[in-house]
């Protein structure tokens, strides 16, 4: 089913929009390498996916099969070191398309919408269309619950649309016979998966495809006279793990291996930042290796869509005038500490993949299959868009663009990325309530640095060089202080830098 457009992005108002537009805005000077060239606006394809995690399903994992994102990686350059300001959906989609940080948007929960809080506030997609650009969206890129708001509109911004569509598949369908280790909640906040007959073709992201590819065809630069951002929003790998048998298959049960249980490492971690849910911690080495095979099969699911989207975006002939972002909301966890999904600060909730992959007529000369350590942060992808599309940066963005870096990949644009989380404890235990406090992390090159209600509640610090997977918290080791007190004053400036009010 596809949701006909509707109230302002209708394809009259679309026209009407359109051409209050200044055809002058179709033209730019854009710095890239060092060489100043006129362009047209360059198209925009933006994607996100839904909870996935940097290590898995990106960048050649040995055993998710990911071909089309690895595609995309090869082309273009690769973020490794990029990160997610919050790490839940609404927070930090808030976050990145206004180009503020959560605690400037009021954004800190799924349930606020940003215009609660900032009313005036100009979204990214909103910015573009002041200046040119022809905005459309289709599936999940403001918030939307996950499958509620599946075929409806969930948090949407309609003004930031000249057109948006909102189809769902027949996979809302089967939430009554998912499997789950938690049937006390809602499907898409457990961990709940099923495998179900067909080819997918009528499953919601494939859906999306079909109707994103239906934009580029109506809404091509070369019909409308106006550079194309579209916004592409998959709904997997977030739960439930719903796919065709096919991908299941992908992975059969005795290639996976169910994470310990519960690791030994959880000793010295903070009782704020261990975000644990009903059910996780009791799960068997059953429900693991099932709940796993059901994240991978939809992750290869999705990576088949991105695919249809790439290809479609070639043989539309607009490969070599557009811009392909592609990035999750945040990260996600399958076991590690303990935890499953989101919503702590570790770097597997966090740290997100990111990648654009630049036409060559901007005259980027980054290696194929480049990657880059420098620390991002998603509040950078508005001013680096903005930068690319030839216009001012507006002041609201208070991410720094990207731009040095895909000139230069070896550049840094930041010394630490900054994220922030209220505590999830307690979730797991019925009638256990742990006070709502806040958490604020920094990511160095080597150390992470976490702090719970300014370090009242706890504080964390990982060397990365000795302990890559955050086994040992050193926070409060003696030979540690002065690296402690070196952050802790970087974690202050950052929130200084930021303007954003210091947390109680």
Request: hydrophobic fraction near 40%; include cysteine; aromatic fraction near 8%.
């Amino acid at each position: 089913m596809v949701v006909e457009p509707e109230g302002k992005g209708s394809a009259a108002l679309a026209k009407v929009r359109l051409s209050m537009r200044s055809a002058s805005a179709t033209v730019c000077l854009l710095l890239i390498a060092g060489v100043t060239m006129a362009l047209e606006q360059p198209n925009v394809l933006f994607i996100t996916v839904d909870d996935l995690n940097t290590d898995l399903g990106t960048y050649g994992h040995p055993l998710v099969r990911s071909p089309s994102i690895d595609r995309l990686a090869f082309e273009g350059l690769r973020f490794d070191a990029a990160y997610a300001q919050y790490p839940v959906c609404s927070p930090s989609r808030s976050s990145f398309l206004t180009g503020l940080y959560p605690q400037q948007t009021g954004v800190v929960a799924n349930g606020p919408h940003f215009r609660e809080f900032i009313p005036d506030t100009v979204t990214l997609p909103e910015y573009l269309a002041q200046n040119g650009y022809l905005t459309v969206r289709v599936g999940k890129i403001f918030h939307a619950g996950v499958p509620g708001d599946i075929g409806v509109d969930g948090q949407d911004d309609p003004q930031s649309w000249d057109e948006r569509r909102n189809p769902a598949g027949v996979d809302v369908d089967y939430g009554p016979d998912v499997n789950t280790i938690n049937p006390n909640t809602t499907i898409g906040s457990t961990l709940t998966w099923l495998s179900v007959p067909g080819n997918g073709s009528r499953h919601t992201d494939a859906l999306v495809t079909d109707a994103a590819i239906d934009l580029l065809e109506t809404h091509h630069p070369e019909t409308t006279g106006h550079p194309l951002f579209l916004a592409v929003g998959y709904y997997r790998p977030h739960t439930p793990y719903i796919a065709p048998a096919e991908y299941f298959d992908m992975y059969p049960p005795e290639a996976i291996e169910a994470p310990p249980d519960p690791p030994a490492d959880r000793g010295d971690i903070p009782v704020a930042a261990l975000a644990d849910r009903p059910g996780q911690l009791q799960m068997t080495d059953a429900q693991k290796i099932a709940a796993i095979q059901g994240y991978y099969a939809s992750i290869s699911f999705v990576d088949t869509q991105v695919g249809r989207l790439l290809n479609a975006l070639d043989a539309a002939g607009l490969r070599d005038s557009t811009v392909v972002v592609f990035l999750s909301d945040h990260g996600y966890h399958l076991g590690a500490h303990g935890l499953w999904q989101k919503g702590d600060l570790f770097e597997g909730s966090v740290r997100v993949p990111l990648i654009v992959s630049m036409p060559e007529a901007l005259g980027v000369d980054y290696a194929r299959s480049t990657a880059t350590a420098s620390l991002v942060e998603l509040v950078d992808l508005y001013p680096t868009l903005v930068e690319l599309a030839g216009v001012e940066v507006p002041a609201q963005a208070v991410g720094r663009s990207l731009v040095p870096i895909l000139e230069n990949p070896a550049t840094a644009v930041r010394e630490s990325a900054y994220s922030v989380a209220l505590s999830r404890a307690g979730w797991d235990r019925p009638g256990w309530h742990y006070p709502p406090v806040m958490g604020e992390t920094i990511r160095t090159a080597r150390y992470r640095y976490t702090e719970w209600a300014g370090g009242i509640m706890g504080m964390e610090l990982y060397d990365y060089r000795d302990d890559p997977h955050e086994l040992t918290n050193v926070a409060i080791e003696p030979e540690h202080r002065i690296a402690r007190e070196r952050l802790a004053a970087e974690l202050a400036r950052r929130r200084d830098e930021a303007g954003v009010a210091p947390l109680e």
